[in-house]
């Protein structure tokens, strides 16, 4: 069993700063690509920022030069730093993680539980 436990987010006004951390802990053999999706209200989710275990980001056209996505690899944890935070910013955010739980397995997709995120203006 493979679990990833967030912590930050919470209410900042617009122009302000949050960080985020997801720390993935359990059955883990190796962790591949983590990131984070948002879902704002009433939307489907999207995808923020991903970052592969070589260092590879990938980012959302609009959170691009706001957000930064980073990896400690030691311990399995993924951070999103926000600055810059626009009203539009307003979700839940979910951490995910491609996990191999064993030598010999493929990697699954595993998520979070989510955080809320409020950007107020």
């Known amino acids: 069993q493979v679990h990833l436990v967030e912590s930050g987010g919470g209410l900042v006004q617009a122009g302000g700063s949050l960080s985020l951390s997801c720390a993935a802990s359990?059955?883990?053999?190796?962790?591949?690509?983590m990131g984070w999706y948002r879902q704002p209200p009433g939307k489907q989710r999207e995808l923020v920022a991903s970052?592969?275990?070589?260092?590879?980001?990938n980012y959302a056209d609009s959170v691009k030069g706001r957000f930064t996505v980073s990896r400690d690899n030691a311990k399995n944890t993924v951070y999103l730093q926000m600055n810059s935070l626009k009203p539009e910013d307003t979700a839940v955010y979910y951490c995910?993680?491609?996990?191999?739980?064993?030598?010999?397995?493929?990697?699954?997709?595993?998520w979070g539980q989510g955080t809320q995120v409020t950007v107020s203006s």
């Open positions: 970052l592969t275990r070589g260092g590879t980001a």
């Open positions: 359990g059955s883990i053999f190796s962790v591949g690509t």
């Open positions: 995910t993680a491609n996990v191999s739980p064993r030598p010999t397995s493929l990697e699954y997709p595993y």
